[in-house]
């Protein structure tokens, strides 16, 4: 049965190794959401690097994850220093598990404080798109689809929550979000 892989990307106002106490915070507060997501419903996995300390994403190891990649649109650093951003990558089993956990309980508490820590843009943050159940999708995967969606809007290759798909293709919405329409189930 098919996957949904989820990729999501920001731009920190500071970067990661930054002493400050809203980076702290902001740390602190991603340890807990991976927690409580982790155990929630329909959560399957997150790319995890075996060796990563604060900062050092592009060094890591990721595994079979792949190597660390960003979208073409960030523009800041790449060393322990200077790397300003926050990225995930987890797998799920549909779109209402994946929506339950985000926008509710504490995910929630953090989206709605999210431009205390990341900067506004008019990219894309976040993209779903379906995977094979033996298919572990890469950073590189998300990025590609990312920049797809911003470029071309959602489709099956690369979709939102309120333009998303079926892993056959067609146009599918989860109650209480999507476009509503006869050609929408």
């Known amino acids: 049965m098919p996957r949904l892989a989820l990729y999501t990307f920001g731009v920190l106002k500071s970067p990661l190794a930054d002493p400050a106490p809203l980076t702290h915070e902001f ?4 340890a807990a959401v991976y927690r409580k997501i982790s155990q929630h419903p329909g959560y399957l996995a997150h790319a995890e690097a075996a060796d990563a300390a604060r900062g050092t994403l592009f060094e890591a ?14 523009g800041k650093g790449r060393t322990r220093e200077t790397t300003a951003l926050a990225a995930t990558l987890s797998l799920w ?29 008019e990219h894309p943050n976040y993209v779903f798109w379906w995977v094979a159940d033996d298919v572990i999708p890469t950073w590189q995967d998300g990025v590609s689809r ?29 109650k209480d979000i999507g476009p509503k329409s006869d050609q929408v189930r």
């Open 61 to 74: 190891d990721w595994g079979t994850w792949g190597e660390f990649a960003v979208p073409t649109w960030y």
């Open 146 to 174: 990312l920049e797809h969606l911003r470029d071309h809007g959602s489709a099956p290759h690369a979709f939102t929550f309120h333009h998303s798909f079926a892993p056959d293709g067609t146009p599918t919405r989860i």
């Open 27 to 30: 740390y602190d507060m991603g």
């Open 93 to 121: 089993t549909d779109l209402r598990p994946a929506f339950d956990a985000i926008y509710t309980g504490l995910h929630r508490e953090a989206l709605i404080r999210r431009y205390d820590w990341i900067e506004r843009t």
